[in-house]
């Protein structure tokens, strides 16, 4: 299936408002609409011509702009068809300058009028122009990029399948958004901050460099790469999403359901619904799974911006005025040239020649050479033979000691922080570092029966599982 061209659903003329004009015109033109998105975008009855005309008037007189749009009205003149009401004194208004504006808006698509029965006029923005200008105001913000939970959101939508409520043909193309909005985002964090190396190569002053590191910088992309490392981290939800969505990408029936819920909803045959879900299974594990070069590139780049930022600003500093080389050159031939004029002092205001004392030498100042140290031998290690009772405090201390390490509670919120809010977790899913640990391991599985621990162990069937060199039948742990 064809997609369609921008240009062959927009207006043939939209963009002719910023090209056929004076640049600063087109500044007054691009402040108009946002100004006038601003007010359409939660007005539920629209906007009046008179209250638009009224709103230019005050950019106008803001701006201080009425002189540029009368030049601008006076050079098309000579090609009007149609005549702007003017005053008794021949001289063309505020509201004269705005109605011309408005007209040229209206012209080349970028709002519409529309005229009521009671020959009232109301000024609607087409469907294009929300988005377009959505788009201009988030580049006049400036906002920094912000990964606002899409991610916790897939994971929230995906997580929550065994609720009565669940539509997998709500839930998937949502969390199929989400993450679609997450790479998007994160490659576009990764080319500013391309961006923002470049910038910092170009020869820039300490003080743009400074301003550049730690005000647009710090501004602009900081909060999106520090939200990237803590609260948006992928690594939270990744294997919780990946796993689900194996287990229903291996199911038969469970697609068959989910395709023809989607078929239900939309206006899709079975067929085409069993290719969409498809579609979003694959695309979130795909993207999810191939996220990590993406996420070292952007910390090189972060890295390889802070390197590149500080030695560019100290390169400036410390020699702003070029190498030294090329400075000493300088001197010397300034120096020649009050020579050669007859001058056998420095002129006033020049720093004066500093010498540095010479010193005599002394005891410190000849070389010594070092001094050979006799080789060390250690002492002897005897085990003392200990007492029966000696031996029985210092294992009442070590199991002391051992029991403060691992109270219950101390297991019990660790195993707990296992289970990322399932009810079970089976051992296969434990962290390789607590089953590396044979000694923590049995640990946990002890305290299982202990009374002040939330969570209990069941035994359940399958092929036993191996722990390193042993073998454990296989259990689940569950939260109580």
């Known amino acids: 299936m064809a997609t369609n061209n921008p240009f062959d659903i927009l207006p043939a003329n939209l963009f ?38 009224a709103e230019i008037v005050d950019y106008l007189k803001t701006a201080q702009a009425e002189m540029e749009v ?41 709002v519409e009028r529309e005229q009521l029965a009671d020959y009232s006029e109301m000024i609607t923005l087409p469907d294009y122009t929300f988005i377009l200008l959505e788009a201009l105001r988030s580049i006049q913000e400036q906002k920094p990029r912000e990964f606002k939970g899409q991610l916790y959101a897939a994971y929230q939508l995906i997580s929550n399948w065994r609720s009565k409520d669940f539509s997998p043909a709500l839930a998937l193309p949502q969390a199929y958004e989400n993450v679609r909005q997450v790479v ?3 490659n576009e964090l990764n080319q500013n901050i391309r961006r923002y190396i470049e910038r910092a190569t170009r020869g820039r002053s300490p003080a743009e460099l400074l301003q550049l590191q730690f005000d647009d910088y710090a ?28 287990l229903w990408q291996h199911n038969a029936n469970w697609l068959d359901r989910a395709a023809g819920d989607l078929a239900l909803n939309g206006l899709l045959t079975p067929a085409q619904a069993a290719q ?21 590139e952007i910390d ?4 390889q911006y802070l390197r590149t930022s500080l030695r560019q600003i100290r390169y400036q500093l410390v020699s702003a005025d070029g190498s030294f080389k090329d400075r000493l050159a300088a001197l010397g031939r300034r120096l020649a040239a009050l020579q050669a004029e007859g001058e056998t002092e420095l ?60 109270t219950p509670d ?60 042993y073998c454990v039948v296989p259990f689940e742990f569950i939260k109580l």
């Open 16 to 53: 002719n408002l910023f090209s056929t004009q004076g640049a600063t015109l087109q500044r007054h033109y691009m402040a108009i609409l946002l100004r006038l998105y601003g007010l359409a975008e939660f007005n539920r009855y629209g906007l009046t011509r008179e209250i638009v005309l």
């Open 70 to 110: 009368a030049a601008a009205m006076d050079a098309e003149a000579g090609n009007e068809s149609e005549a702007e009401p003017q005053a008794l004194s021949g001289q063309k208004t505020e509201n004269d300058y705005a109605a011309y504006l408005l007209r040229r808006l209206a012209e080349t698509g970028w």
């Open 184 to 186: 998007r985002g994160l």
């Open 219 to 246: 501004r602009s992309l900081g909060p999106a790469y520090h939200a990237l490392k803590t609260s948006d981290h992928v690594s939270r939800y990744r294997r919780d999403i990946v796993s689900r969505l194996q």
């Open 276 to 296: 969409e879900i498809n579609h979003f299974i694959q695309f979130i594990i795909t993207q999810l799974e191939e996220l990590d070069p993406l996420l070292e």
């Open 300 to 303: 090189r780049r972060h890295a």
């Open 347 to 406: 002129p006033v205001g020049a720093p004066p020649l500093q010498f540095h004392p010479i010193r005599l030498p002394d005891l410190n100042s000849y070389y010594t050479p070092p001094q050979r140290r006799a080789p060390f031998t250690p002492g002897l290690i005897v085990a003392p033979a200990l007492s029966p009772s000696d031996l029985a405090a210092l294992h009442a201390e070590t199991l002391k000691d051992v029991t403060q390490a691992l």
């Open 410 to 469: 101390k297991v019990n919120r660790h195993v707990l922080s296992f289970f990322n809010g399932h009810p079970t977790l089976h051992v296969r899913e434990l962290p390789p570092e607590v089953t590396a640990d044979l000694h923590y391991f049995t640990t946990l599985i002890a305290y299982a029966d202990h009374p002040e621990v939330q969570y209990g162990l069941e035994v359940v069937e399958g092929e036993p599982v191996r722990i390193g060199d």
